[in-house]
T-cell receptor, first 115, second 116 residues
Framework: DAGVTQSPTHLIKTRGQHVTLRCSPI?????VSWYQQVLGQGPQFIFQ???????GRGNFPDRFSARQFPNYSSELNVNALLLGDSALYLC??????????????FGEGSWLTVV | AQTVTQSQPEMSVQEAETVTLSCTYD???????LFWYKQPPSRQMILVIR??????QNATENRFSVNFQKAAKSFSLKISDSQLGDAAMYFC?????????????FGKGTRLSVIA
């Protein structure tokens, strides 16, 4: 089975623009989470979606939004990009929302550079 | 809020030797999970080992083992017989058991170099 897949792998945007990042979870996984990893830091939680509903949100501005589709894939949208949004955006999937024994699987990330 | 601290930004180890990576965390909760993740240059986070806080026995996965000291809020990772493929960023992470939504809280990471 394919792992968590993310697209695009790399992209460059200009300040003020909008970006959409995409994620396909592992088959059978219904929970998708997004993390932002700034260079030299550990990942920070942005959103979690389960069964197409937002189940958690980290400390990020309203410029960040996400959604989950009926096939459990997900999009992360960022509006009005700032230089500080340059980061690796990681998508993670697991079978359930509250299954703490579930292993969380990560994709290889989308590297966003804002110039 | 929970915090995770990794005090060693970089570590190095000779091939076949043993290295220990440190992690401390701060929480008021009694039930939680702790994890070590490996992030190689490919950037994909890979789970190395997991420890449930209610278990007194330290987790072990092949060459990887942890020293979990709950009272001291310490969770170190020991890598035995280090291999070149172990070179990567290692992140310690915490996951609460309290609420339904339980995101991972990561430390800043330790970059491990393996010297041939």
């Amino acid at each position: 089975d394919a792992g968590v897949t993310q697209s695009p792998t790399h992209l460059i945007k200009t300040r003020g623009q909008h970006v959409t990042l995409r994620c396909s979870p592992i088959s059978g996984h219904k929970s998708v989470s997004w993390y932002q990893q700034v260079l030299g830091q550990g990942p920070q939680f942005i959103f979690q979606y389960y069964e197409k509903e937002e189940r958690g949100r980290g400390n990020f501005p309203d410029r960040f939004s996400a959604r989950q589709f009926p096939n459990y894939s997900s999009e992360l949208n960022v509006n009005a990009l700032l230089l500080g949004d340059s980061a690796l955006y990681l998508c993670a999937s697991s079978r359930r929302s509250t299954g703490l024994a579930d292993t969380i699987y990560f994709g290889e990330g989308s590297w966003l550079t804002v110039v | 809020a929970q915090t995770v601290t990794q005090s060693q930004p970089e570590m190095s180890v000779q091939e076949a030797e043993t290295v220990t990576l440190s992690c401390t965390y701060d929480t008021s909760e009694s039930d939680y999970y702790l994890f070590w993740y490996k992030q190689p240059p490919s950037r994909q986070m890979i789970l190395v080992i997991r420890q449930e806080a209610y278990k007194q026995q330290n987790a072990t996965e092949n060459r990887f083992s942890v020293n979990f000291q709950k009272a001291a809020k310490s969770f170190s990772l020991k890598i035995s017989d280090s291999q070149l493929g172990d070179a990567a960023m290692y992140f310690c992470a915490y996951r609460s058991l309290i609420s339904g939504n339980t995101p991972l809280v990561f430390g800043k990471g330790t970059r491990l170099s393996v010297i041939a």
